[in-house]
């Protein structure tokens, strides 16, 4: 296997910069697993890659009223909360990551179960050596259209 397509965090990121949710999945037993494991965390056999629909269903979350300082750094605070949410994707893995396009000060009116599609977010990561910004892509959700 070349290393562009072995199952690696850095390729996982390069997947998610080009808007592609990936997941790994075991050849022998059809374990899925995400975050991607090099080996099936069923049989230890070898995985390959897969890429998930994107579609799933709202399992749990929180309204997170006072987060982490990167959070507070893009404007959320008490005032204006975020929603941290876990989904089961159709494929059957759950995942973790921010839910948006709802109102996050109602959670009364976020339903456990609703339609949800993964959504590729930007966050700065820091600065390179001339000042420029950093990014990295995360996997946030948004209610089916």
């Known amino acids: ?33 995400l975050p991607p494991r090099r080996l099936c965390s069923e049989c230890l056999s070898e995985a390959e890659w897969i890429e998930l629909s994107g579609k799933g269903a709202l399992k749990t979350f929180s309204s997170i009223y006072v987060g982490s300082k990167a959070m ?8 204006k909360p975020y929603v941290f949410a876990v989904c089961q994707m159709e494929e ?13 000060t109602q959670p009364d009116k976020i339903t456990i179960d609703m339609a949800v599609q993964v959504t590729f977010l930007r966050a700065e990561i820091g ?4 000042g420029n910004p950093l990014y990295r892509w995360d996997v946030g959700f948004e209610p089916q259209k």
């Open 127 to 130: 600065v390179d050596k001339e």
């Open 92 to 104: 059957g893995p759950s995942v973790a990551g921010q839910l948006i396009g709802v109102d996050e």
């Open 1 to 33: 296997m070349s290393n562009e397509n072995m199952i690696t965090v850095n390729n996982y990121f390069k997947y998610l910069a080009e808007k592609k949710l990936m997941a790994s999945k075991c050849p022998h037993c059809n374990q899925i697993d």
């Open 72 to 79: 507070m750094d893009k404007g959320y605070n008490r005032k």
